[in-house]
T-cell receptor
């Protein structure tokens, strides 16, 4: 069975600090996809990144970066120079989709980390 | 911008009443998901369809919930009879299959309150 663990329930940091959100996953599949979604106070789910199990390269997008390590089954998310607009609940998710389907199968979500950026 | 549209956005109903939630997936997306979000259980999959056929509805209480896709532009989730424990936010998402560079898009959700 698949499982995603986000051990940090809530994190608060002062604006401009860096913050890392942890995600640990479990799966028996060799092919899978990992995702991060953001849920701002307005409630919608916003896609941030998708990664397949064969691509362990770290990724950077502006102030966001992701560290994927298969050896520790982790897919951590770092926000540098945090801003108040980053305040949200962040979900890590896992999909056991075949590579040919680019992860577009059902998602198993973690319980989320509520991030509060203090001005 | 293409988006998944869910109606209604909010619904308050009395216990025992029937509730129908609707979802219009993004045109061309052939996979549709229903998720439920509660404080206790978090985000959990209820059901999903591909090309209008159900692929997995194991997360859905069968005695009171039903999910259908009458056509490619409409997915419905029905609860009959509703119970207070069904109070949650219900999200619909749609995705294409086998198309690179795309991912599942979520609607804004239907917030259901059963009193």
């Amino acid at each position: 069975a698949q499982k995603v663990t986000q051990a940090q329930t809530e994190i608060s940091v002062v604006e401009k600090e860096d913050v890392t959100l942890d995600c640990v996953y479990e799966t028996r599949d060799t092919t899978y996809y990992l995702f991060w979604y953001k849920q701002p106070p307005s409630g919608e789910l916003v896609f941030l990144i998708r990664r397949n199990s064969f691509d362990e390269q770290n990724e950077i997008s502006g102030r966001y970066s992701w560290n994927f390590q298969k050896s520790t089954s982790s897919f951590n998310f770092t926000i540098t120079a945090s801003q108040v607009v980053d305040s949200a609940v962040y979900f890590c998710a896992l999909s056991d989709a075949p590579i040919s389907n680019f992860g577009n199968e059902k998602l198993t979500f973690g319980t989320g980390t509520r991030l509060t950026i203090i001005p | 911008d293409a988006r998944v549209t869910q109606t209604p956005r909010h619904k308050v109903t009395e216990m025992g009443q029937e509730v129908t939630m609707r979802c219009q997936p993004i045109l061309g997306h052939n996979t549709v998901f229903w998720y439920r979000q509660t404080m206790m259980q978090g985000l959990e999959l209820l059901a999903y369809f591909r090309n209008r056929a159900p692929l997995d509805d194991s997360g859905m209480p069968k005695d009171r919930f039903s999910a259908e896709m009458p056509d490619a532009t409409l997915a419905t989730l029905k609860i009959q009879p509703s119970e207070p424990r069904d109070s949650a936010v219900y999200f619909c998402a749609s995705a294409p299959r086998g198309v690179t560079g795309t991912e599942a898009f979520f609607g804004q959700g239907t917030r259901l309150t059963v009193v």
